[in-house]
C-alpha cells in the first residue's frame, strides 16, 4: 500500500521562509493527486489552506503557497509567523474515489 | 455560512458500537459528499470514508471496510458513521467533513469532531 510522507517535524524562524514536502513511498506526486494541505492546532478541528495544488481557501493570507516541487507536493511559508506553530497535513487522492493523509508535520516557530 | 454540528462525546465498551452524526447547516447537503476522518490521540489524521447524499452510495478505505457504515438522511441534511466491534485502538476524534469531489478532491468545512472512548 502506498504511503503519503511527509517531514515529521521542521521549524523556521519569524519571517523566515519554510517549505514543507508531502511524497509518496512510490511514485511521484503530480497535480493528478489534487494536493491539499490543512493546518491543526492542538485540540482544534483542521484548517484548509491549499487545495488542487496551489488554490488558496478562501481567507487563507498569501504567505501559504502550494507547488509541485520535484516528486512532491509543497506548501511553503513565506514570512513565518507565531501562529503558523502547528500541524500540517497534506491530502492525495488516490484514484477509486479513496483519499490518503499524510502523516502531519509539526511545525516550530523559533 | 456552512456548519457541521457533530453530536457529544461517546464512552463505549469494546466490542459495542458507536453511532456519531453530523448535521449540516447553510448548504445544499444533497449537492456535495460528507467524508468522515478520525484521529487517535497524538496521532495523526485518517480518512475513513465518504458517503455522496444524493445517492446514498458510501465508499470506504480499506482499512475500515466491514467494520465502518456511513449514512445519510437527506431530510434532516445529517451524516451518520458507525463503527461496530470497538477496540481501544478506535479511541479517537471522530471529523465530519465536506468534501469537493468534482473536479478536485479536498476538504473545505469541518464538523467540530467528537470524541470517542473505548473503555472496559
Known amino acids: 500500500q502506498t504511503v503519503v510522507t511527509q517531514e515529521p517535524s521542521f521549524s523556521v524562524s519569524p519571517g523566515g521562509t519554510v517549505t514543507l514536502t508531502c511524497g509518496l513511498s512510490?511514485?511521484?506526486?503530480?497535480?493528478?493527486?489534487?494536493p491539499s494541505w490543512y493546518q491543526q492546532t492542538p485540540g482544534q478541528a483542521p484548517r484548509t489552506l491549499i487545495y488542487s495544488t496551489n488554490t488558496r481557501s478562501s481567507g487563507v493570507p498569501d504567505r501559504f503557497s502550494g507547488s509541485i516541487l520535484g516528486n512532491k507536493a509543497a506548501l511553503t511559508i513565506t514570512g513565518a509567523q507565531a501562529d503558523d506553530e502547528s500541524d500540517y497535513y497534506c491530502v492525495l487522492y488516490m484514484g477509486s474515489g479513496t483519499v490518503v493523509f499524510g502523516g502531519g508535520t509539526k511545525l516550530t516557530v523559533l | 455560512q456552512v456548519q457541521l454540528v457533530q453530536s457529544g462525546a461517546e464512552v463505549k465498551k469494546p466490542g459495542s458500537s458507536v453511532k456519531v452524526s453530523c448535521k449540516a447547516s447553510?448548504?445544499?447537503?444533497?449537492?456535495?459528499?460528507i467524508s468522515w476522518v478520525r484521529q487517535a490521540p497524538g496521532q495523526g489524521l485518517e480518512w475513513m470514508g465518504r458517503i455522496i447524499p444524493i445517492l446514498g452510495i458510501a465508499n470506504y478505505a480499506q482499512k475500515f471496510q466491514g467494520r465502518v457504515t456511513i449514512t445519510a438522511d437527506k431530510s434532516t441534511s445529517t451524516a451518520y458513521m458507525e463503527l461496530s466491534s470497538l477496540r481501544s485502538e478506535d479511541t479517537a476524534v471522530y471529523y465530519c467533513a465536506r468534501e469537493m469531489v468534482s473536479g478536485s478532491y479536498y476538504f473545505d468545512y469541518w464538523g467540530q469532531g467528537t470524541l470517542v472512548t473505548v473503555s472496559s
Open positions: 447553510g448548504g445544499t447537503f444533497s449537492s456535495y459528499t
Open positions: 512510490s511514485g511521484s506526486v503530480s497535480t493528478s493527486y489534487y
